[in-house]
């Protein structure tokens, strides 16, 4: 059986968001936790409480076995992007986006 968490609108870009999946997908819950906890990265940080959230629900809702979890598959989308403008010289502006991301872990 899989259950999913989810996290929207989180203030990192999906490509950032991307480079700790590879590491944790097909793995047990637990080492997946591990290594995100040790991963020097903003993306594995906000992953890790996306994973937690995930084997939580799986123990809580569904009665499943903590132990016996495995990370299915992690999904990072692209989410809406915040426009701001930076100041340029000659009267101009320069357009910055502020991008965010949605992700979506599932356990079976």
């Known amino acids: 059986m899989e259950v999913k968490a989810t996290t929207r609108y989180t203030r990192i870009s999906a490509l950032k968001l991307r ?3 590879s590491q944790i997908k097909g793995k047990n819950a637990g080492q ?3 290594l995100l906890k040790f991963m020097p ?3 594995a940080d906000i992953m890790y409480k996306t994973l937690q959230s995930a084997i939580a629900n799986a123990e809580h809702n569904n009665e499943m076995d903590v ?3 495995i ?3 992690v999904i990072v989308d692209q ?3 915040m426009k701001r403008f930076r100041p340029r010289a000659r009267g101009r502006a320069a357009r910055i986006l502020k991008r965010t ?3 979506t872990v599932v356990v079976e």
């Open 32 to 34: 997946a936790l591990t």
């Open 79 to 81: 989410g809406p992007s």
């Open 41 to 43: 990265l903003k993306a």
């Open 19 to 21: 480079l700790p999946i």
């Open 71 to 73: 990370v299915k598959n």
């Open 101 to 103: 991301s949605h992700i």
């Open 67 to 69: 132990d016996k979890l």
